[in-house]
């Protein structure tokens, strides 16, 4: 089932903080998030795997709450080139394939 | 660049038409994974193949089929085309089996154009 994110698009200036979150009916085993700029591939940021743990990637970290069922992205100190699409991918069994939310489009003026 | 390599870039046909995309996936990979991209239909997830063998099917039409070879090249064959097959079609790869929880690396995709 696809998870649904929200919000489905958030402007900031340039500096300012962002939370884009990723929300799933079923139990998860994983949450993968990727961000795609306009005419380009999806590019992989990172996994969280069950146990609730929390990554980083520069400035951008993201929480994993197996219990919720729910993925959290933050971007701090947002730039420039963080603009684009996120999407998050989430797999309920070890075995299987990922299932993409439809997206959040983030746009960071100067 | 994500060394997944994907061919045609563009591809424009007709109706009715079958064409055949391409993927190298990186050195080392040996999972390669299908993905159709459509405005109103987001990242679909297609079809995953692991050293040669259909490993996870998703939401792939009957007229579609892939298959990996021995060199671990995949290929995506779309038959019968129809216009609500235009879109952005990505092929990824990740080291092992589990796509849940290797890295997958996207190619620049193929954008597909049915007239």
């Known amino acids: 089932q696809q998870p649904v994110q929200s919000p489905q698009a958030v402007i900031l200036r340039e500096g300012e903080d962002a939370v884009i979150n990723c929300s799933s009916s079923?139990?998860?085993?994983?949450v993968h998030w990727y961000r795609q700029k306009h005419g380009e591939a999806p590019v992989f940021l990172m996994i969280?795997?069950?146990?609730?743990e929390q990554k980083g990637h520069e400035k951008i970290s993201a929480s994993f709450n197996e219990k919720k069922q729910q993925s959290s992205l933050y971007l701090t100190a947002s730039q420039l080139s963080y603009s684009g699409t996120y999407f998050c991918?989430?797999?309920?069994?070890?075995?299987?394939?990922?299932?993409f939310g439809k997206g959040t489009k983030l746009s960071v003026k100067p | 660049d994500s060394g997944v390599t994907q061919t045609p870039k563009h591809l424009i046909t007709a109706t009715g038409q079958r064409v055949t995309l391409r993927c190298s996936p990186r050195?080392?990979?040996?999972?390669v994974y299908w993905y159709q991209q459509s405005l109103d239909q987001g990242l679909q997830f297609l079809i995953q193949?692991?050293?040669?063998?259909?490993?996870a099917k998703g939401n792939i039409l009957e007229r579609f089929s892939a298959q990996q070879f021995p060199d671990l090249h995949s290929e995506l064959n779309l038959s019968s085309l129809e216009l609500g097959d235009s879109a952005l079609y990505f092929c990824?790869?990740?080291?092992?089996?589990?796509?849940?929880?290797?890295?997958?690396?996207f190619g620049p995709g193929t954008r597909l154009t049915v007239l």
């Open positions: 990824a790869s990740s080291v092992g089996p589990a796509g849940s929880t290797d890295t997958q690396y």
């Open positions: 079923k139990a998860l085993y994983s």
């Open positions: 969280l795997l069950k146990g609730g």
């Open positions: 991918g989430t797999e309920g069994g070890s075995q299987g394939n990922l299932i």
């Open positions: 050195s080392g990979d040996l999972s």
């Open positions: 193949y692991y050293n040669g063998e259909e490993r």
